[in-house]
Antibody, heavy 120, light 110 residues
Framework: EVQLVESGGGLVQPGGSLRLSCAAS????????MHWVRQVPGKGLVWVSH????????RYADSVKGRFTISRDNAKNTLYLQMNSLRAEDTAVYSC?????????????WGQGTLVTVSS | QSVLTQPPSASGTPGQRVAISCSGS????????VNWYQQLPGTAPKLLIY???QRPSGVPDRFSGSKSGTSASLAISGLQSEDEADYYC???????????FGGGTKLTVL
């Protein structure tokens, strides 16, 4: 079964840092581009970042550029999101998704997500 | 405010056909494919339509997608109570250099 399981969320103060992880299983992780998408509970989906299959190409939404870093360890089948200088507006559920066919960007599957709360 | 515009809500009775629109521009839908996602209450989003009009295995043929110019549409025929969910369109945007989502449409089955 293809599965993505996120971890690492929690409560952090403004200006703080957090590292999210996404463990992949059931498919050849190193073959796929991967993305992070976030969703404020009750609100819509927002794309955050993507990384290509070998980790050398990354892109970020303007709202997180310079603060967040996406990376991957293909040997460990794991995707990461390092989040620095966190702001209240970064509060959301963060989900990792597999890009089934880059550059067509159709996301399947989605992880259940991990909640990040930025608050003092 | 989302770059892709969807109606915030839609509704229909069981058995009816409903359509959800997704309006974009020449930097996104006009030149890139559109994908649709369904998010049932309390669950993660699920791929519903990819490459404008393709259904993943397991998605009923009651769901169909189309694209014309800078707009796309998701149609659901034979509406069922379990179709009650939030629906999102998505596409790459060359101006923003990233994936953009519509604001989502909450479908209510009356």
């Amino acid at each position: 079964e293809v599965q993505l399981v996120e971890s690492g969320g929690g409560l952090v103060q403004p200006g703080g840092s957090l590292r999210l992880s996404c463990a992949a299983s059931g498919f050849t992780f190193s073959d796929y581009w991967m993305h992070w998408v976030r969703q404020v509970p009750g609100k819509g989906l927002v794309w955050v970042s993507h990384i290509n299959s070998d980790g050398r190409t990354t892109r970020y939404a303007d709202s997180v550029k310079g603060r967040f870093t996406i990376s991957r360890d293909n040997a460990k089948n794991t995707l990461y999101l390092q989040m620095n200088s966190l702001r209240a507006e970064d509060t959301a559920v963060y989900s990792c998704v597999r890009d089934r066919e880059y550059p067509y960007n159709w996301f399947d599957p989605w992880g259940q997500g991990t909640l990040v709360t930025v608050s003092s | 405010q989302s770059v892709l515009t969807q109606p915030p809500s839609a509704s229909g009775t069981p058995g009816q056909r409903v359509a959800i629109s997704c309006s974009g521009s020449s930097s996104n839908i006009g030149i890139h494919i559109v994908n649709w996602y369904q998010q049932l209450p309390g669950t993660a989003p699920k791929l519903l339509i990819y490459r404008n009009n393709q259904r993943p295995s397991g998605v009923p043929d009651r769901f169909s997608g189309s694209k014309s110019g800078t707009s796309a549409s998701l149609a659901i025929s034979g509406l069922q109570s379990e179709d009650e969910a939030d629906y999102y369109c998505a596409a790459w945007d060359d101006s923003l250099d990233g994936v953009i989502f519509g604001g989502g449409t909450k479908l209510t089955v009356l």
